[in-house]
C-alpha cells in the first residue's frame, strides 16, 4: 500500500515552493538594482542612485515577506532552520541597503546645506 501526501499538505508544499521562488526572482531583481547603483565606473546622480536603492530595497522587502510566508509552510525543522538563516542574510542586505539610503540622504543635506545663501542679517531699525 503506497502513502500518498495529503492534499492540504500538497497544497501547502506548492504554495511554499511558489513562495521561495518568487523571492529568489525579487532578490535577483535587487541584486541587478544594487549592481547599478554600487557600480563605480557608472556615473550616478545621487538622485538616481537614490533611486536604484530604493528599488532594490523595495525587491528585498518582498522577497522577505515572501520567505516570513514560506517560513510559516515549511513543515520539516531542517527546511524552517534553512529558511531563517536566509531570512538572516536577507535582513543584513536590508539594513545594509537602508544604511547606503541613510548615508545618501545625509549627503544631500549637506551638499543642500553647502549650496543655501549664507542667512540675510536684519537691518537695524532706526540706523
Do not use: Y
Not at 501526501?5 to 521561495?20: D, G, I, Q, T, Y
Not at 523571492?23 to 557608472?42: C, F, K, V, Y
Request: include cysteine; hydrophobic fraction near 45%.
Amino acid at each position: 500500500m503506497t502513502m500518498t501526501p495529503s492534499v492540504p499538505s500538497a497544497v501547502n508544499e506548492r504554495h511554499l515552493a511558489r513562495c521561495v521562488e518568487q523571492a529568489a526572482a525579487h532578490q535577483t531583481r535587487a541584486l541587478a538594482w544594487l549592481r547599478e547603483a554600487r557600480d563605480p565606473a557608472s556615473p550616478l546622480s545621487p538622485a538616481r542612485r537614490r533611486a536604484l536603492l530604493l528599488l532594490a530595497l523595495e525587491h528585498l522587502l518582498l522577497a522577505r515577506h515572501l520567505l516570513q510566508r514560506g517560513r510559516k509552510l515549511a513543515p520539516e525543522p531542517a527546511l524552517l532552520a534553512e529558511l531563517g538563516e536566509h531570512l538572516a542574510r536577507l535582513d543584513t542586505i536590508v539594513a545594509n541597503t537602508e544604511r547606503r539610503l541613510d548615508a545618501l540622504d545625509l549627503q544631500a543635506r549637506a551638499t543642500d546645506d553647502e549650496a543655501l545663501p549664507p542667512p540675510a542679517e536684519s537691518a537695524s531699525v532706526g540706523s
